[in-house]
């Protein structure tokens, strides 16, 4: 009677220690998990920023809004020898400086002109089809084009 139980308390001890080790594992797995998913998002993030910081805007016009709290920027995005030049227009706080990144409402393979027709409303004129992003509207403020 006391061959079963020795066998018994031992098949016991066994199966404890596997359930130990098999937790100790899935521990490790969502540690390392964790661990390179953290890597991977600051390296993505580096990365971006970094990609982000090839292109430079040089600022073509500024225009304040008539009485009002924005202005719009008109500016060239140059992004390095392998992509043309593109055209961009930001509305942004009128004490706000412009970010380095692509305009928010509208962009353009080429040149074009904007400009306050009145506190709610911008006139751009560019060429017919012109344009990879067209806002129409922002903040109450009507954005229109004309070719």
């Keep these: 009677m006391d061959q079963p139980t020795d066998w018994s308390r031992e098949e016991s001890d066994?199966?404890?220690r596997i359930r130990v080790g098999v937790k100790a594992i899935a521990i490790a797995v969502i540690v390392v998990g964790l661990i390179l998913s953290i890597g991977i998002y600051m390296l993505f993030s580096q990365a971006i920023n970094m990609l982000s910081g090839m292109c430079s805007n040089d600022i073509l016009s500024e225009h304040s809004q008539p009485d009002g709290d924005y202005?719009?920027?008109v500016?060239?995005?140059n992004c390095g020898a392998t992509t043309a030049y593109s055209y961009h227009l930001s509305l942004i706080k009128a004490n706000s400086d412009l970010k380095n990144q692509g305009?928010?409402?509208f962009v353009?393979?080429?040149n074009f002109v904007a400009f306050w027709e009145n506190d709610k409303s911008i006139f751009i004129h560019a060429r017919a089809n012109d344009g990879?992003?067209?806002e129409t509207s922002y903040k109450g403020?009507?954005?229109?084009?004309?070719n």
């Design 103 to 105: 305009g928010n409402k």
């Design 141 to 146: 403020i009507q954005i229109r084009y004309a």
């Design 132 to 134: 990879f992003e067209r």
């Design 14 to 16: 066994k199966r404890e």
């Design 108 to 110: 353009s393979k080429e």
């Design 71 to 73: 202005k719009l920027v």
């Design 75 to 77: 500016f060239e995005r």
